[in-house]
């Protein structure tokens, strides 16, 4: 007997569940790469010349991501000033961090679906740190993501491998019919703004992390032409409760000349259909 049929007569022959124990927990999951960009950063460091490839004289490949909720909930953090600040970047000053918990909504009325002011129960735990993010001049959550490239010649990690903040919001929608997805963005920019905002990501919705926001690059100076594999982690280090932990890593094999990034433009990076080998 495989375990689905064991869940099913459980389902069947169990008593009715209390409707106060059905919660509605997000499942993150990063949707495909897009815009993949290669450059050489001019080293004027004039930011307003867009596409961001200015600083440091860097190559870098720079990239769009996308992380959308597809649960039964909404990813929602909720800053809480009465927990201790623990884990928050060093250099920023403590009246401009605070701790966040990660809200958790229960069915109380016991339909199944999560509804926004009628199912108001909720469970709260620690999730993590939200601090000001000078570069992008708002508030972020932090260890949201990490960025990696692995070389498929060798297997070894060549860029990256750190975790980047970010503030959420409702950005755009994959799918406003799914049960809980609200027809219109719930969560807005404008709390990005300020430290006691409330942020999240609805379910059907996901928000965009640009190729040309800091933090959306990873160095490839001087790697060798090749075959490599981008890779992204929704919530690394696991701080926040989902209905699935197991579908957060979005893998693409691309193939990269370093010595080719123009200066002052950038190329598009070819996305291979060849599946990774390299990473985890
Ligand atoms: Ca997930
Ligand atoms: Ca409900
Ligand atoms: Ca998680």
């Not at 990063?30 to 961001?52: H, M, N, V």
């Not at 070389?151 to 070894?156: D, K, L, R």
Request: charged share 20%; with cysteine.
């Amino acid at each position: 007997m495989g375990l689905g049929s064991v869940v099913t007569s459980l389902l069947i022959v169990g008593p009715p569940v209390a409707s106060a124990l059905v919660t509605f927990p997000p499942d993150l999951q990063t949707e495909p790469f897009t815009g993949i960009r290669l450059c050489q950063e001019r080293l004027d460091g004039d930011a307003s010349k867009s596409y961001a490839c200015t600083g440091t004289g860097r190559t870098v490949i720079r990239f769009s991501t996308r992380v959308g909720d597809h649960g039964a909930g909404p990813l929602e953090l909720v800053p809480d000033p009465s927990v201790r600040l623990s884990g928050c970047p060093s250099d920023v000053p403590a009246d401009e961090e605070v701790m966040v918990d990660e809200r958790i909504y229960r069915d109380k009325n016991g339909d199944g679906v999560f509804e926004r002011g009628t199912d108001t129960g909720h469970t709260d735990h620690v999730a993590g740190c939200k601090y000001y993010h000078a570069a992008h001049h708002h508030y972020h959550f932090d260890d949201y993501a990490s960025y990696s490239l692995y070389a498929e010649a060798t297997g070894q990690l060549v860029s990256g491998g750190t975790k980047t903040s970010f503030c959420l919001t409702d950005s755009g929608n994959f799918d406003i019919s799914l049960p809980g997805a609200p027809q219109q963005p719930y969560y807005s920019s404008s709390t990005c703004g300020s430290l006691t905002g409330i942020d999240g990501t609805s379910v059907g919705w996901f928000d965009t992390y640009g190729p040309t926001l800091p933090g959306q690059e990873l160095d490839v100076t001087a790697l060798p032409s090749g075959d490599y594999c981008l890779v992204t982690i929704a919530d690394p280090d696991n701080r926040l409760i989902e209905s699935n932990d197991g579908n957060n890593t979005r893998k693409v094999r691309i193939h990269l000349d370093p010595s080719q990034a123009p200066v002052n433009s950038y190329i598009s990076v070819q996305k291979l259909k060849a599946p990774c080998t390299a990473g985890p």
